[in-house]
């Protein structure tokens, strides 16, 4: 059997500092240090702890495969401590996104945010994961479709062999939890007609159609959905492998060199513009935004992220570039034109989708006064 690598990213809002700015050094420490526990006792090769924001984000290598409890209950414990501490600090929204007490093998539908992939490794096999604060699952929609789809973005689409077949979508109907594969090429149209109700439907899975090499998979945590009423936060995460038959990494970030509109924002309500950013500048500030996006790349190599001699993980930060200043200097320019807009639509996102809403209390208070004409 060739030996499978499994690629874990687990995040959660635990609490943050000042609002829900920045994850605190303090409940980074917690998660360094169960990381490497865990490392030291085997039951991970490698790990990177991050944040986006508010979001601890835990990225953990092994090959104990998908949804292995383990893992979760590291990751969930780890999660616990952190909540714990960032309680005792009194640190903004403590636990905030762990919205069950107990748990139960496995974190999906518990709060936190989870993107896994298990592989045959090739080679070498280069690995892109992203994370984003302020925004939901259905921001991934657009460039997952750009790099896998859209011959104008992805030049192998056209002129690699190796890809020429296309790649087959999983999509996901959040509202009524169903799925379907969607073939590209050829099922082009109608991948769009679904994901681009950003709110709904959401990519979960990529593979290459040719093989069925698995190549991209996204979190579709929707907590509202989950716990029947708006709470906790989506912000997603996802992983993507990149080059040799699969779009290359410098075809996967190119949709990042134009910001464009994602929900959320400001109290989950607002469309506002996607920030591509390096993890030093991952923090949200005006109108708690504008959402910021970032992107690690790093190579698997025998069950573990490639290292230096001192058994470091070797992390690229790819948003850390001047060619993304553009795409910074739009975001800023869009937020300011929303901003301007204040809470008429479509800047404020409709009633359905925002996430806080006075609008049924306003019109119970009102409901005597409305006059039929
Ligand atoms: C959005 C987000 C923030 C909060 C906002 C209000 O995902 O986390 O924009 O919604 O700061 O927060 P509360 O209600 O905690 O005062
Ligand atoms: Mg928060
Ligand atoms: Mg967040």
């Given amino acids: 059997m060739p030996r499978k690598t499994t690629i874990s990213l687990i995040k959660c809002d635990v609490g943050s500092l000042a609002g829900h700015h920045v994850v605190p050094e303090p409940l980074f420490r917690i998660a360094e240090k169960n990381m ?35 893992i979760h209950k590291l990751a969930w414990n780890t999660f616990q401590e952190a909540a714990e501490k960032a309680l005792n600090l009194k640190l903004y929204g403590a636990g905030q996104d762990l919205l069950k007490t107990a748990f139960s093998g496995n974190v999906r539908g518990m709060g936190p945010g989870v993107a896994e992939m298990e592989i045959e490794e090739r080679d070498a096999d280069p690995i892109v994961v992203f994370a984003a604060d302020k925004t939901s699952a259905g921001a991934f929609n657009l460039p997952l479709f750009r790099i896998f ?64 090499l698995l190549c991209a998979v996204g979190s579709v945590t929707k907590l509202s959905l989950i716990a029947g009423r708006y709470v906790g936060k989506d912000d997603p995460v996802l992983i993507v492998r990149a080059q040799h038959g699969l779009p290359a990494v410098g075809e996967i970030l190119v949709p990042f060199m134009h910001s464009y509109l994602v929900a959320g924002w400001m109290r989950g309500s607002h469309w506002g513009p996607l920030m591509p950013v390096g993890v030093k500048d991952a923090k949200c500030t005006v109108f708690d935004g504008p959402p910021r996006i970032v992107a690690l790349g790093f190579q698997v190599s025998n069950g573990k992220i490639s290292s230096n001699d001192e058994g470091k993980p070797m992390i690229a930060d790819l948003f850390d570039d001047p060619a993304f200043d553009m795409a910074r200097r739009e975001a800023v320019e869009y937020a300011s034109m929303l901003r301007r807009m204040g809470e008429f639509e479509p800047a404020r996102l409709s009633v359905k989708e925002m996430e806080y809403t006075t609008l049924s209390k306003i019109l119970e208070k009102l409901k005597d006064r409305f006059k039929f004409l």
């Avoid at 020429?164 to 007609?193: H, Q, R, S």
């Avoid at 679904?194 to 093989?211: F, K, M, N, P």
Wanted: charged share 30%.
């Fill in 149 to 212: 789809a859209d011959p104008m973005n992805t030049a192998g689409l056209v002129i690699d062999p190796n890809m020429a077949g296309g790649f087959k979508f999983e999509v996901l109907d959040t509202v009524e939890n169903k799925c379907v594969d969607l073939k590209c090429p050829e099922e082009m149209y109608e991948l769009i007609g679904l994901i681009g109700t950003v709110g709904r439907y959401v990519v979960s899975r990529v593979w290459r159609a040719r093989d069925n």
């Fill in 36 to 70: 490497k526990k865990a490392k030291e006792e085997g039951l991970i090769n490698s790990y990177h702890v991050f944040n986006v924001g508010d979001d601890l984000q835990l990225l953990m290598v092994h090959e104990r495969g998908e949804s292995n409890a383990e």
